[in-house]
């Protein structure tokens, strides 16, 4: 006779293993989704801390050599406004500017040397701080001689002594904006490489993972997509932030003309150019007449008005590849390419002077500009930045002093 087994007696131990097994299962995938959930929260909030580094360090750093090139360029023209200028209490004027940026200068400096530096950053500024003593010094010298009336001779020393130092100081400021511009650069694509080696982590984890848990992959796919858009939309950001400052820098913020440093700079390269492929061009300086008079009368909102409509004419005497400057209050400067003879700039001139002097309507008031222009014509007039410079200025004051004498008359 045979007995039979009770089913609940046959290999009881069978369901419990699978059960363990599962809650094994589960429990790793617990424990990996997890994980995974953990490195993305890491993983953004690193990304988060190099983001502000990025902007609370770097760009505050771009912004405040901004303001030093900014300040720097200031004291520069007022001290040579103090040294050009024929009347006493406009240097006592242009002295108190020359002061007063001078103090810019030193606290955007010193706002620098607060911050955290790195080495080049820390030599930059040890250069920064050589050059400086070695302008101020020639700053107070000029400064002395325009004070006492000796306008030739603190010209002359503008030009030997004072412009090399100041072409040092220019580019050690620019070379610690290019550092920064640099390591910017180097965090983002250190940032967006780290974000793609995320992104295939995660998504190879998610893809074994996928049979297992649909939801908790796809949950952390959609995080990661999330991350990786905000972190390219910022990266944006900073390329387009990155434009601007650059713009400002080398633009004037009222007009959005071409600043003094851009245009020397337009100005050396058109030379370069001119030679190699012997062809000539023009340099012009326009000087508004009786501007000041317009800020004193009608206030300064008219007389930013008015720069800005001469501005936007000048435009319209300019080809493609012409330039178009404020040099700095009502002086503007214009480079012509291809002007082949010297008698050609007088008409020009004109051109200019009969576009500028359009009758314009500011805030109800009628205004009729008026200006002198000086001009020179490289390569006749001299070979040098400084030549031509000199030469177009001195024509400008020229017409300004021969209109003067005139209504005199």
């Known amino acids: 006779m045979f007995t039979a087994t009770p089913p609940a007696t046959m290999n009881p131990q069978l ?16 424990v990996l989704m997890g994980g995974l959930i953990g490195h993305a929260v890491w993983h953004i909030s690193d990304l988060k801390e190099r983001m502000r580094d990025i902007v609370e ?45 001078g103090y810019q200068v030193g606290l955007a400096r010193s706002n620098l040397k607060s911050l955290p530096l790195d080495v080049f950053e820390r030599n930059n500024l040890f250069r920064q701080d050589s050059l400086v003593g070695q302008i101020i010094d ?9 004070a006492r009336g000796l306008k030739e001779e603190a010209l002359t020393r503008l030009a030997t002594d004072l412009r090399p130092l100041n072409l040092g100081y220019t580019e050690t400021v620019e070379a610690l904006r ?35 848990a649909v939801l908790i992959s796809e949950t952390t796919r959609r995080l990661l997509r999330r991350h990786a858009l905000t972190i390219f939309e910022q990266m944006h950001q900073l390329e387009r932030a990155g434009t601007q400052l650059e713009h400002e820098a080398t633009h004037d913020p009222l007009t959005g003309l071409a600043n003094r ?62 330039t178009a400057a404020r040099l700095g209050g009502d002086e503007f400067a214009l480079l012509f390419v291809g002007v082949q003879e010297t008698s050609e700039c007088p008409p020009l001139c004109a051109k200019v002077e009969k576009e500028i002097a359009r009758p314009l309507e500011v805030e109800g008031l009628s205004l009729t500009p008026a200006c002198s222009i000086g001009y020179a014509l490289y390569p006749r007039d001299g070979r040098t930045l400084d030549t031509l410079l000199n030469t177009a200025d001195a024509r400008m004051y020229q017409v300004k002093r021969a209109r003067k004498e005139g209504r005199a008359m």
């Open 261 to 322: 440093v851009l245009f020397y700079r337009r100005l050396e390269e058109a030379m370069v150019h001119a030679a190699e492929e012997d062809f000539s061009l023009a340099v012009m300086y326009i000087d508004l007449d009786d501007f000041k008079q317009v800020n004193d009368v009608h206030g300064h909102a008219v007389g930013d008005a008015l720069l800005q409509a001469v501005a936007d004419r000048l435009h319209h005497v300019l080809r493609v590849a012409d």
């Open 178 to 212: 290019r550092h920064e511009r640099d390591l910017i650069r180097a965090a983002l694509e250190q940032t967006q490489h780290a974000t793609q080696n995320a992104i295939t982590l995660h998504l190879t984890l998610g893809g074994v993972l996928i049979l297992l």
């Open 15 to 30: 369901p419990r293993l699978m059960t363990r097994q599962l809650i094994a299962g589960f429990a790793l995938l617990i």
């Open 138 to 146: 020639e700053q107070e010298t000029i400064s002395d001689l325009a």
């Open 57 to 101: 360090q770097r760009f505050r750093k771009i912004q405040l050599a901004t303001d030093l090139q900014e300040a720097s360029y200031n004291r520069h023209s007022a001290l040579v406004y103090q040294a050009v200028s024929r009347d006493a209490f406009e240097r006592d004027d242009y002295f108190q500017q020359y002061i007063k940026w």
